[in-house]
């Protein structure tokens, strides 16, 4: 599989953050107004805020690249076999856009040949962007971020979105696993992983997750120096399982991964 040249990133780079900004100028305006809000077939919230970000999304993707795959949330998967894929979740963390908490954001990834290798989390109320890409590096509004070097669960900050994202087993192994480590946090939907890769928490575990969800995490994360895989440790790609481990370091990774393994 060939590489990207460093003309497609940059073209690739500029045409993620000028539809993020697209995509921020018509959810921010919305935020905190009435909005009328449906559940889907799987009981999640929906509104019209999502779906008309997803739409434009999808509009201004087709129209530059109609070449490209296309998944998003709301209006599912185009040719994803094609060589070039972009992943779409238009607000990651509607549940938090409806109830008034600002740590929701919009995530975009480009998959290339399947694998992840740009990834944009967009966090409007915040004014807080990680651009990510895969082999190169990871910004923070435009500045390098890092990691930090946390290499023990004693020593790490793991953060999860909700208990209810995990079943029984799941939950078990994942709280075995928290409290081993220096402090467990909950909530934050896609933020946490933007708060790793800045190097503020340590490890993100989650489950039951969609690709929109972590596909294009898993660029901001492991070019920002971190690892972010399935819970046995495989890439992660369009087919992934939900379960998700983002890790600071290579040896904390390790050390979750063993800990979730274990009955």
Do not use: Q
Request: proline share 5%; glycine share 10%; charged share 20%.
């Amino acid at each position: 599989m060939e590489s990207l040249s460093a003309a497609e990133r940059k073209e690739f780079e500029a045409f993620a953050a000028g539809i993020a900004d697209n995509a921020r100028a018509l959810s921010l305006p919305r935020f905190r107004r009435p909005v009328d809000v449906t559940l889907k077939g799987d009981m999640s919230p929906v509104t019209a805020v999502d779906r008309g970000v997803e739409s434009m999304l999808r509009e201004r993707i087709e129209l530059a690249w109609p070449s490209h795959g296309l998944l998003g949330e709301e209006y599912g998967a185009t040719r994803v076999d094609a060589e070039y894929v972009w992943s779409i979740d238009p607000i990651d963390g509607t549940r938090s856009f409806i109830s008034g908490w600002p740590l929701w954001g919009t995530l975009l990834a480009l998959l290339h040949h399947g694998k992840p290798v740009l990834g944009v989390l967009d966090m409007p109320v915040l004014d807080e962007r990680w651009i990510g890409h895969t082999g190169v590096g990871t910004t923070m509004n435009g500045l390098p971020c890092r990691t930090r070097a946390c290499e023990t669960l004693a020593a790490a900050t793991l953060y999860t979105t909700t208990p209810d994202m995990f079943s029984p087993d799941e939950w078990a192994r994942f709280d075995r696993t928290s409290r081993a480590a220096y402090a467990r946090r909950f909530g934050g939907d896609c933020y946490g992983y933007g708060m790793l890769a800045a190097g503020h928490i340590d490890a993100v575990v989650e489950a039951n997750l969609m690709p929109y969800d972590y596909l294009a995490i898993a660029p901001v994360v492991e070019a920002a120096g971190g690892v972010m895989t399935d819970w046995e440790g495989r890439a992660l790609g369009l087919d992934s399982g939900g379960r998700v481990v983002a890790a600071a370091t290579p040896a904390l990774h390790a050390a979750l991964i063993e800990s979730l393994a274990r009955d």
